[in-house]
């Protein structure tokens, strides 16, 4: 889990306006984090299939939200995505 002082300094990077706590970006950017802490764990604990499971399922919903927001807002999506460090997949 990522502590309360960490997710408020993600939120403050990635927020749109003052009160933004759920937008997309943010969204991406919380779980992205929560994916690479996820990752660190099941590297040391191979067998702990319910962390396994927990983790397809954030990565689904991430898949998800960037999906989104490459159709409302591609612009948005690459900044996001490179600042995140993902891959950018554009349209062409």
Avoid: C, P, W
Wanted: proline share 0%.
């Amino acid at each position: 889990m990522i502590s309360t002082e960490e997710k408020a300094k993600i939120i403050n990077d990635f927020k749109i306006h003052d009160n933004d706590t759920g937008s997309a970006e943010v969204q991406v950017a919380i779980l992205s984090e929560e994916i690479e802490r996820l990752l660190d764990h099941l590297k040391i604990h191979k067998k702990d299939v319910h962390s396994k499971k927990g983790l397809l399922k954030m990565v689904s919903k991430r898949r998800k939200l960037l999906k989104y927001l490459q159709k409302t807002n591609e612009v948005k999506y690459i900044e996001v995505a490179k600042k995140v460090g993902l891959k950018v997949q554009t349209a062409i």
